[in-house]
């Protein structure tokens, strides 16, 4: 019987492990099983969020629980087909090759802004549809750069322009039916520069030409077109000769837009740039919003990304005659309460599109303006009183949050609870293996 000890041991153990392991993957599977959390539920990082969400919150309070946000808008075209390229509304980046924890190509410490968390290839598959860039000569070639008296150096250089092309030239092939602008501050001096380096990383191939483009303030060439023919890149360069020159297209010659920096996010006011036309100028079909500060902050940024820029695109709405922008510029385009780009595109395209006050209202060959009646125009600027209450909170344009222990904590305890029990009765299995 003393010689049977050692395998009845070996028995015990190895039944043990197999409840263990079976406890471990039904602990597993279970856990995956539990959906991802939804827009406005608590949470506490970027992965229990659900897809296009992250995790977050605007405030320094820490008895406001971080919840999860949405940080991409929904796509317009994929509601309604069919329109002109004026009649959508696009999230654009202002100052988009300017990444947090970049360094700069050249070796050297960068002394620059920076304007936004992500790489382009990430800003694009969060919905981000539109982007400035400041292109300069350095070193023989063009870079993406800050200057200093118009200058590009060592310690405000990114990295070379073609690189962000690049990525740019790789969405576009992968999805066929989207459709990209750059507005490009134009410092480049070589003859034929910008053609050169567009032609090198492949995007012109899916050229828009100037030739399409309205100059008198009519309708764009409809995205259904824009698609099919495979031209959708829009470029648009600050100086005015290279129209003429390399056939890109001068963008105040299509496009109005606010003061950009501080002096245009004053409230009630909504003046035009300075190399813009008016605000309400019918001659040009597109409208450009910017709404950041002269100095980028990622903290505050939270907030003017909030209920401020929602306001500002109403103010801004009026004084551009009436219209809506077809851009929204914004550094740190994630970083809001919830109400933030996602929410001013939805409802800019919402108006645009179908004259409801969200593209969610939008529907094919619906008569413009059939939505709820009590929806009106402009927009009420959202406000958010986040509770602290473990079951409720307040809702904010029409959308509610509330804690989400039974999808976050219980996800947790759950998890913990088939755990422990595996490991109780592994550890009763093996002491029985030793006390018989």
């Known amino acids: 019987m003393v010689e049977d000890i050692p395998k009845l041991i070996f028995v015990g153990i190895k039944f043990s492990l197999n409840v263990f392991l079976a406890t471990l993957f039904a602990a597993t599977f279970l856990f995956a099983r539990f959906p991802a959390l939804k827009e406005g539920e608590t949470c506490v990082n970027d992965k229990s969020c659900d897809s296009g969400l992250q995790c977050g919150a605007c405030t320094g309070n820490v008895t406001v629980p971080t919840r999860c946000i949405r940080i991409r808008p929904h796509n ?20 988009s090759f300017a990444r947090m924890g970049h360094k700069s190509d050249t070796g050297a410490v960068l002394l620059a802004p920076m304007n936004q968390q992500d790489s382009i290839t990430v800003q694009l598959e969060n919905g981000v549809r539109g982007l400035m860039l400041d292109m300069y000569d350095f070193e023989d070639d063009i870079w993406l750069c800050h200057s200093f008296h118009g200058r590009c150096f060592n310690y405000t250089a990114f990295q070379p322009a073609i690189n962000v092309l690049k990525e740019v030239e790789a969405f576009l092939e992968a999805n066929p039916t989207e459709i990209i602008t750059m507005i490009i501050e134009d410092y480049v001096t070589t003859q034929s520069g910008l053609t050169k380096i567009f032609k090198a990383s492949g995007l012109g191939k899916f050229w828009f030409p ?26 648009f360069t600050t100086k005015s000769s290279k129209e003429a020159s390399e056939g890109i297209a001068y963008v105040w010659r299509y496009v109005v837009e606010n003061q950009y920096g501080s002096d245009g996010m004053q409230n009630g006011s909504c003046p035009n740039r300075a190399e ?11 409208v ?47 970083r809001s309460d919830g109400d933030g780009p996602p929410a001013a595109l939805d409802f800019a395209n919402g108006q645009l599109v179908c004259g409801c006050n969200n593209i969610d209202s939008c529907r094919p060959k619906m008569t413009f303006g059939d939505c709820d009646p009590l929806e009106g125009s402009p927009a009420p600027a959202p406000t958010i009183e986040a509770s602290t209450s473990t079951t409720t909170a307040s809702t904010a344009a029409g959308r509610g949050f509330k804690k989400g222990f039974a999808n976050s904590d219980g996800q947790r305890l759950r998890f913990g609870w088939l755990m422990g029990t595996g490991l109780i009765i592994f550890s009763f299995s093996i002491s029985r293996c030793f006390t018989m």
């Open 210 to 235: 100037v030739s399409r483009m309205p100059n008198n303030g009519s309708n764009w060439p409809t995205v259904d077109s824009m698609i099919e023919d495979n031209q959708r890149l829009v470029v």
């Open 288 to 334: 450009l919003l910017n709404h950041f500060p002269d100095t980028p902050d990622l903290t505050e940024a939270c907030k003017y990304n909030s209920v401020p820029l929602i306001t500002m695109m109403n103010t801004c709405h009026d004084a551009a005659g009436k219209r809506w922008p077809n851009f929204v510029a914004v550094d740190f385009y994630k």
């Open 276 to 286: 813009s036309a008016a605000m309400n100028t019918r001659s040009r079909s597109l």
């Open 76 to 95: 317009p075209v994929e509601k309604v087909r069919g329109l002109p390229f004026n009649r959508y509304s696009w999230l654009m980046t202002h100052n």
